[in-house]
């Protein structure tokens, strides 16, 4: 295998990288609109004036799903002042694939869900690559704790990784529980994590078909992982206290979007598309003043959840 | 004056101006109180393990307000490493007092309001004082235009200002419209203005005093400021149309504060309370995709006043 990877060259790695991402959104948009049965995908064209674009596709007013995107972007550019000093880049320009989406489901019983997936590039003056690294990973956002969801959400994860290393799983899901933090909330968890990696260099042992390949596998296990939870709770009945408290906790998601993820950062300050970026905030949402669910209630024992990480597998 | 203000040891200017920001918030909750009809306020007292604290008033469900929060706070302690790196302050230790308002009404037809003053205050490692300035100011966050409203507005402020400066409304108008602004939507303004200014040190000529009185002339100019709209536009008739375009904007207001307000990125990294700081978010709120209102609607009419900010008197 290093072999093979050995003769692909710079341009053939992006390629392989770029078809693997468009192939993924078409194959994730078909299974989750056959598991919506009403709604289907709006897509956007979008092109960047300093370098590349992307595929926009929407989803809103389903029968399972209020809101959602799943986004590709294929986007290129010289290296800005502002990707320098704040980023802390180095290099003459820069390549990323990827591809990012959010759902948020109608019914509170069903999580939310986002995964990413991306390659970042490098280059110096002369085009030659210089640095390049993987990132990722899929989390999920329950309203409501149901413990084998989350049990085959995380086990789904953990049996992926277990392919390529056995301590990738609980590295990864650590930086998760680590990283989907508001921090201004006392560190309570946005949900209840899942896997989360950045900044993975190729490297004599795990070189870049092992970093690709690892992506793809983790791309390729976000159906399984999530959809089988969808079916299982997308018919559960609920009321106004559901989904208040749902409009509560998408509230927590809005604030981790905006002030803390590095992602939505990024994409503001590259000059990114905004309404592609922002397809992530939920589409109803309820702040209130001072909100505490009751203790022991089912709004509490998730909150308890997402303030205490704990092992799922 | 200046000779009396010369006699006023920094102790009694601090002194001075916390009770006229206390009494201002009384003032204030009851002339809304009044207004609403329905709800009253509840006071939260907090305290600070770093030092001081504030008295957090809340209002929700009445008549007109559908949510919002009359604060004050008197904290101050020794400065951080972040105030010194990311906040750019020197010296051993700060105080700081100010009152800040949001109100976010019911009915669309009824703007929302902001307003903010205070004064901040760096001491060195004797604890003398080392540097002060104020800063503060009221703006207005329509839902629909009706210029006359947006002129009452402004033209109080503009009333307020002149009796100080000529200079200042001019200057503090821009400095509003150059503020609240979603950098990130094309400039999109939070609102339709109305002053803002910040870092006012006094010198000899507007002297502690000066800035004491201005910021007073401006705290007591709220309420006729706010209050005639409010009492205009409150009985008319909305329905789902404007309370949705209402959670539109809504939306705006919560992406410019938790992604550029200065004012909470202060209390965030400052530790301040959570709650008291993000009161300031709207009760109900909607995302919708590239959402984009109809050219030459009502709704459009006010987006274009965002985008292009005017003047007003």
Redesign the interface.
Known sequence: MNEQVANKTDKQIRAEWIQYIEDLQNRICKGLEDMDGKASFRE?KWTRPEGGGGKTR?I?NGNVFE?G?VNTSVVYGDLTDIMRSQLKMEGSSWFACGLSLVLHPVNPYVPTVHCNYRMFELYDANGNLKDRWFGGGTDLTPYYLFEEDVQHFHGTYKSICDKFSVDFYPEFKKACDEYFVNW??NQERRGLGGIFYDFQRPGAEKDVQFWMDFGKACGDGFLPAYLPIVEKRKRTSFGEREKTWQ?IRR?RY??FN??HDRGTLFG?KTNGR??SI??S??????????YHPEPGSAEDQLLQACLHPREWV
Do not use: C, N, Q, S
């Open positions: 956007d929407v809103a809101k995107g201004h909330r409009e509230g809005t604030e905006l002030v503001l905004i309404e922002l397809m905030l939920p589409p109803t949402v309820r702040f209130e003043y001072d």
